[in-house]
């Protein structure tokens, strides 16, 4: 079975641009999550879907978002870019029968830089 | 590789040796924890969890202890190898929306010498 795919791998882009980056999750799973990754903060939660909904959503401005696909299939978008978005941006996937508790597999991440 | 962090908590072991990773985490209400494994140029990778109502759980090589009184997690790895290796990641979950809101710790590097 394919791994989360996430395109596209390396991203630069420039201040007050917008970018959109695209996971494919691995097939049957309903749960995509997104996470940003920096040097200076680790490991941060963006937000969630399940079956096309937003379920959760983390600790960031409104120029992060997201959606889900019928085919769960999910894109963020990072509207009006600043140089502190440059980070890492990993995508993860799981079977998730609902409860929210099961393994996610992780893809290996879009690596955005802003100039 | 992917540079996950800099300035982390470093633990050196010989190969053979057993490891142990600590975390501690700020939210009594968190009910699921989770290790996770990051290689230098990949996505993380989960190891093993476990929920609030255990204080124990094992996997293959790794078992997770968990402290709730102090807030305390820790990954115990048996018979480290150099493919241990690795950054490694706690994160403790909230309950919310039907899923989980997670939190993760800023991880530690692994440094296993053959």
């Known amino acids: 079975k394919a791994g989360v795919t996430q395109t596209p791998r390396y991203l630069i882009k420039t201040r007050g641009q917008q970018v959109t980056l695209s996971c494919s999750p691995i097939s049957g799973h309903r749960s995509v999550s997104w996470y940003q990754q920096t040097p200076g903060q680790g490991l941060q939660f963006l937000f969630e879907y399940f079956s096309e909904t937003q379920r959760n959503k983390g600790n960031f401005p409104g120029r992060f978002s997201g959606r889900q696909f019928s085919n769960s299939r999910s894109e963020m978008n990072v509207s009006t870019l600043e140089l502190g978005d440059s980070a890492l941006y990993l995508c993860a996937s799981s079977s998730d029968p609902g409860t929210g508790m099961s393994e996610q597999y992780f893809g290996p991440g879009t690596r955005l830089t802003v100039t | 590789g992917e540079s996950v962090g800099l300035h982390l908590p470093t633990l050196s072991v010989q190969e053979g040796d057993n490891s142990i990773i600590n975390c501690a985490y700020s939210?009594?209400?968190?009910?699921?924890f989770i290790w996770y494994k990051q290689e230098s140029g990949k996505g993380p990778q989960f190891i093993i969890d476990?929920?609030?109502?255990?204080d124990k759980r094992q996997g293959q090589r790794v078992t997770v202890l968990l402290n709730k009184t102090v807030k305390h997690l820790s990954l115990q790895i048996a018979a480290t190898q150099p493919g241990d290796s690795a950054v490694y990641f706690c994160?403790?979950?909230?309950?919310?929306?039907?899923?989980?809101?997670?939190?993760f710790g800023r991880g530690t590097s692994l440094i296993v010498h053959p």
């Open positions: 939210n009594s209400a968190s009910d699921y």
């Open positions: 994160a403790e979950n909230i309950r919310s929306g039907g899923s989980y809101i997670p939190t």
């Open positions: 476990i929920r609030s109502n255990m």
